[in-house]
Every structure is written in C-alpha cells, then in structure tokens.
C-alpha cells in the first residue's frame, strides 16, 4: 500500500474522529477514580456512566453524517461507512475496557489489546496483500476489534442493568464531566491537527508519508499509557498522602526516561534503516519526520504521568488551561510551518508544542506539591548508556546487520550498562521482578 492511500486511511480515520470528540468528556476517568472513592454505588455507577456513554455515541455519530459533505478525499469518502461502524465499536470496547481497569483486572485489558493487535497485524498482511486498498486495510482493524470486543464484555458480569441507572447518579456524573468536556477538543488538537491540516494544505500524499513515521511512535506510547492505567486507581486512593504520591510519581518517571531517552536516542541513529525495512523504498522521505517526532517520546512519557496525576488531585481544570494554550499554539505553528516545509513543519509544529504543553505541566505539579520530580543523577546515567549503544546500534545497522537484531542486542547492552553503573530503579525493578516469580 503506497503512502496516498495510507495518508487517505489516517485523514479520514482522522476527520471522522473529531465528531467522536465528545463521545467521552472524562467519563472513563471519572469512573476509575470514583470507583476507588465508593461515593457511589458500584452498579449504579458503572450502569450510569455506560447510559451516558451510548447517549455521546448516538451524538457523535449523527454529527458525523452532518459533517461528512466536508470530507473532501474520495478515497476516504468511499470508506466512509466502515470508518464510522469502526469508531462506533471502538468507543464501546473502550468503555468496557475501562471497567477493567477500575476493577484493576488489567489482564484481561492486556489480552483483549493483545488478540486485537495481533489479528489486526495478521489480517492485514494478509487482507492488503490479496488487495492493497483502503477498505481491506479497514477490514484488518474490523477484525481485530470485533474478535477482542466479546473478552471486553466480560467486565460487565451483570453490573449494567436499566434498574441500576439512577438519574441523582447521571447529575453528578454531568457534573463532574462538563468541566472536562474540552478536554477531548484540547487533546484531539494536540494529535490529530497536524494530520488534519497537512492533508487540507498539502494532501495525503503527505499525509501518508508522515503518519507512517507517526505511527511508529504513537505505539510507544503504550508504555507510559500501561504504567499510568495501573496506577490511576492507586493515586486516587492515595490523592490526600501526598508523601505516597511523591513516591510513586518519581518512580515512575524514572522508569519512563530509563525506557524512552535509549529510544530516543537509538531511534534517531537507526531511522532510516527502520523505515526502509518496515516500509520499503517508497518511505524515505518519511524518514526526516520520524526522527524529529522521536522527540515525543521522551515529552509524552512524563506527560502522560504529570497528567494522571493532577487528574487524580481533581485539578485537571487547571491543567486544561494549559493544554488549551499548548493545543492553540499546535494549530498557529502547524497553519505558519506546513505551508514552508511541508510534513517536517507538521512535526517540528507538534513537537514544539508538547514541549510548552510539559513545561507548563510540570511547573504546575510543583507548585502544587512543591517537588521537583526529575533527579538528575539518574538521567545522566540514562543519557550515558544510551549514548553508548546508539553508536553501537548506528555502526551495527549501516554494516547490513538486522535491524530487529541490533535492537534487541543494543536493548539488552544498555541494560547491561546500568547495572555495571549501579543504577538504582533497575536493581529494584530485577528485584521485585524475581520476588513475583518466587512466590
């Protein structure tokens, strides 16, 4: 599948996502943390909250007929269907999902997310390779879903029934989610602008382009965003032991940047061979942009984590005024950018602007429990190794070695490397590893 039809794929994908901007407003985030806090019933809880989800699913879906005259890619418009029915699935398996994690049975999250990537990735070899279009690409992602969509239904177990929906329940639930309603607008502008505009200003041609090295990115997201669904229960259990919440923040930024700079870094060095491997020839110009939106992963990791927590102090109204600033900055800097420099102003557009959106972030964090989370000395320990297998991982890979090998060795040698520096996270993390294999 060349880039025009991948870039028609992820522009309508992307068009047809912002009428399912409200198909949330903070729902599942209410119900994790209000589940750990028993004001409310369970059932009633979970019942409501899934009443008020159907009601933004019907919404969002109506206002995605009303738009779609303004969908001006032909491609994307003769998929337009299997789009909508897609997102319509989504939006409901990941109701279900958050149950789970307010449950905290994130295995059963891990294997519905595991059957679905795992089909989505087999069906579409298979699917594009008997015919590379579109709507077979479509097909592949269908199938992923609607396989893992019954595992996901078992976090229902009899707890949504008409007789639990209580209408004192769905006021408070309003009540709390209106002042985050924006959230998603905010978010969506954040991820989805550059794609968006890219394709009205220069077409999917780029589109294609960029979102292959975009792509690669957004899954090491997985990561940070595992890490966080755990602990979100955990920190609204502990939202008033700020000593607890301390802790358990700057520990997991610590394991976030021992994962993300060797990415980083290694990233950048290997591109080309990444792309080219995983792509083919076609890609190469897609190789630029992926280099610069490297520079996310470190940004989002901790973002991600400074978010959870605020959200769990209930002060996620402050942080949405700074993700506002940080969203109008994204649009003004992709409008001047991607008409100079085309998909690498998109990037560096995005980049920029989750760098204003992390300062902000974690300016306020500290202000709000006067700690500074980043310890330096573990960093520098971080930015050492990295650097070291980043030179074995570009040296490695441009003699013809396998890339996939050369990750894997160059992952487990920065391992290696810490431990020989005495790195503390590590240590802990082998040890409470080999403590829950013995027991």
Known sequence: MGPSLLGSFSYGLSFIGLSF???????????IREYQKKEFKKTELISTCFFLKLILIIF??????????????????????????FLIIGSLRDYF??????????QYEALANLVESSLVFLSGISFVSFNPSIKYLIYAYLVGTLVSFPITIRSINGLIK?????????????????????????????TSTDIVMLGWLKGSNEVGFYTTGLRLVNFLFIIP?????????????????????????KRLIRISSMLAIPILLGGIVTAQKVILVIFGEQYTQSITSFQILLFLVPLIFIIIILDTLLFAL????????????????????????????SLYGAAIGTVL??????????????????NNFFEIKSHYQYLISAILISIFAYYSSNIGL????????????????????????????????????TK
């Not at 999902?97 to 994130?106: G, S």
């Not at 965003?225 to 923040?249: C, D, G, R």
């Not at 402050?318 to 100079?340: D, P, T």
């Open 353 to 370: 602007s989750q760098i204003v959106n992390l300062i902000l972030t974690a300016r306020l964090s500290y202000l709000i429990l006067k």
């Open 97 to 106: 999902i958050t149950i789970f994690r307010a449950q905290q049975k994130m």
């Open 60 to 85: 969002s879906t109506f206002f995605a007929l009303f738009t779609f005259p303004y969908l001006n890619d032909p491609q994307a418009r003769n998929v337009f269907w299997l789009l909508l029915f």
């Open 21 to 31: 901007l409200f198909s949330d407003i903070g729902i599942s985030s209410i119900l």
């Open 162 to 190: 008409a007789k639990y929906i209580k209408l004192d329940v769905l006021a408070k639930i309003t009540k709390l989610a209106l002042p985050i309603a924006i959230s998603p607008i905010i978010t969506l502008i954040l």
């Open 225 to 249: 965003a595992t890490l966080t669904t755990v602990l979100l229960p955990i920190l609204s259990k502990f939202s008033q032991e700020k000593e607890k919440l301390i802790n358990i923040v």
């Open 314 to 341: 209930n002060l996620q109204l402050k942080k949405l005024q700074f993700s506002a600033f940080s969203a109008l900055l994204n649009l003004v800097l992709n409008f001047m950018l991607i008409r100079e420099f």
């Open 402 to 437: 396998n890339i996939f090998l050369v990750a894997t060795f160059s992952a487990v040698s920065y391992f290696i490397i810490l431990i020989l520096m005495k790195e503390k996270e590590l240590k802990t993390l082998l040890a409470e590893a080999i403590t829950l294999l």
